[in-house]
């Protein structure tokens, strides 16, 4: 069964004999893969009043250990959103009453940030949709071929890894 990438393919390998364009058969794919899962993915927080760093940055606090406090450090790192951006997804959820900022006990000078009640309730109800949907996205794939293409996916990540 031919794609819109097999289609590309060909016309290159037409145009192009020369030049080996296998590669865009995986990127290709990975690509339009990316923008159907982030609109599925997007569509699905926006239901729960989330975009999706605010989700990752609930998410993350949500499955560390209780209470459920983490420094903007910690939760970058631990999270896939920028350093950049953990100030300004704070300011936003602490200001919908989601995450408070405070004090660290163990350093005065450093701040935690802990997911409140609200919270932690918001992520709860999000996840089994959010698992529901990513869920159907990979419908089409057996357990096995999950673990393959996940196992795949780390190589190449670990590869490009600075």
Do not use: C, Y
Request: charged content about 30%.
């Amino acid at each position: 069964m031919a794609d819109h990438v097999d289609l590309v393919l060909d016309q290159w390998r037409a145009q192009r004999p020369d030049l080996d364009v296998s590669p865009m058969a995986v990127i290709g794919r990975l690509s339009r893969l990316n923008r159907v899962i982030d609109g599925e993915l997007r569509a699905n927080f926006a239901r729960h009043g989330l975009d999706r760093a605010s989700f990752d940055v609930l998410a993350t606090l949500r499955r560390s250990a209780p209470p459920h406090r983490l420094t903007p450090t910690e939760l970058m790192r631990s999270s896939m959103i920028t350093s950049g951006a953990v100030t300004q997804r704070l300011d936003r959820l602490e200001a919908r009453g989601l995450v408070t900022r405070g004090p660290s006990p163990v350093d005065g000078r450093g701040v935690v940030v802990a997911l409140t009640d609200e919270g932690r309730g918001l992520v709860d109800k999000t996840l089994p949709d959010h698992l529901a949907t990513e869920e159907r996205l990979l419908a089409a794939l057996s357990p096995a071929e999950r673990e393959r293409l996940a196992a795949t996916l780390r190589t190449v990540l670990e590869s490009l890894a600075e």
